[in-house]
């Protein structure tokens, strides 16, 4: 069992720093048009989705773990709410080339091959469409030692800085680049009720899990003033745009 298996036993529907009252926030900022399609990449089991589709938005969301999906498609049949679920790695995502308005994503893009990640993120988006992405961020002193635990554990494939991602993002071909939330500690967030988290009970004194939890908070103890978060956008070049540069 790896941390994205405890995860979808726990049935944790907002692992990322801020919990989903910082998604609700996040997406609050945004004023999304009425009726866009988005797609959010790595949905866990389908809280920020089916809340978008609640909404009232055309929603599409993708997830690689069976476990996590399974609960995403319960919970959607229980708020009574249309999303469509796939299972694919945000690596190799299994839709058109230009097909979706925004592409919504909460801390996947770390555990992936970034720049195989963003060349997808950029190709099933529409000519100025919008990507909005909440990652860890480096905001200390990082060490051979550090980086190799922290992929051990958690399986991070990247963890750079804020300047970084944007030269990244840049690179990779989005324009209009910027930072909509930025914090050099990765923060706390208390008890976040969730009425349809769906929990393996059986799991709760499975000793793996309470061995992985000890280890985690070790990690957090001695790495968290390193370790801090970004939120980033950026758009898709309009046609327009493309044919000016």
Same mark, same amino acid.
């Given at each position: #069992?790896?941390? /994205?298996?405890?995860?979808?036993?726990?049935? &944790?529907? =907002?692992?990322?720093?801020?919990?989903?009252? @910082?998604?609700?926030?996040?997406?609050?900022?945004?004023?999304?048009?009425?009726?866009?399609?988005?797609?959010?990449?790595?949905?866990?089991?389908?809280?920020?989705?089916?809340? $978008?589709?609640?909404?009232?938005?055309?929603?599409?969301?993708?997830? +690689?773990? %069976? /476990? #996590?999906?399974?609960?995403?498609?319960?919970?959607?049949?229980? !708020?009574?709410?249309? *999303?469509?679920?796939?299972? @694919?790695? @945000?690596?190799? +995502?299994?839709?058109?080339?230009?097909?979706?308005?925004? *592409?919504?994503?909460? =801390?996947?893009?770390?555990?992936? =091959?970034?720049?195989?990640?963003?060349?997808?993120?950029?190709?099933?988006?529409?000519?100025?469409?919008?990507?909005?992405?909440?990652?860890?961020?480096? =905001?200390?002193?990082?060490?051979?030692?550090?980086?190799?635990?922290?992929?051990?554990?958690?399986?991070?494939?990247? $963890?750079?800085?804020?300047?970084?991602?944007?030269?990244?993002? %840049?690179?990779?071909?989005?324009?209009?680049? &910027?930072?909509? &939330?930025?914090?050099?500690? #990765?923060?706390?967030?208390?008890?976040?009720?969730?009425?349809?988290?769906?929990?393996? #009970?059986?799991?709760? !004194?499975?000793?793996?899990?309470?061995?992985m939890s000890r280890t985690n908070d070790r990690l957090l103890l001695r790495y968290g003033k390193r370790l801090g978060y970004a939120v980033f956008a950026a758009r898709v070049p309009t046609e327009a745009e493309a044919g000016t540069n």
């Amino acid at each position: #069992m790896d941390y /994205h298996d405890l995860l979808a036993r726990l049935g &944790e529907g =907002s692992a990322h720093p801020g919990g989903f009252s @910082a998604t609700l926030q996040l997406l609050d900022s945004l004023s999304l048009p009425a009726g866009v399609h988005v797609l959010e990449i790595g949905c866990g089991t389908g809280r920020t989705a089916c809340y $978008l589709a609640r909404q009232g938005y055309n929603v599409t969301a993708v997830d +690689l773990h %069976r /476990h #996590m999906l399974d609960k995403a498609v319960r919970r959607a049949r229980k !708020e009574r709410v249309d *999303v469509r679920f796939i299972q @694919a790695d @945000a690596t190799a +995502l299994p839709l058109p080339d230009h097909h979706v308005d925004v *592409v919504f994503i909460e =801390s996947v893009t770390i555990f992936t =091959s970034w720049r195989r990640a963003l060349a997808e993120y950029r190709r099933v988006l529409k000519p100025g469409g919008l990507l909005v992405d909440r990652e860890m961020v480096l =905001s200390g002193r990082k060490t051979e030692l550090m980086s190799r635990r922290l992929k051990r554990f958690y399986g991070i494939r990247t $963890l750079a800085t804020v300047s970084a991602w944007k030269k990244r993002l %840049r690179g990779c071909g989005f324009s209009k680049v &910027e930072v909509k &939330e930025q914090s050099r500690t #990765m923060g706390k967030w208390g008890v976040d009720h969730d009425p349809l988290r769906e929990m393996d #009970m059986n799991w709760i !004194e499975d000793k793996n899990i309470q061995r992985m939890s000890r280890t985690n908070d070790r990690l957090l103890l001695r790495y968290g003033k390193r370790l801090g978060y970004a939120v980033f956008a950026a758009r898709v070049p309009t046609e327009a745009e493309a044919g000016t540069n």
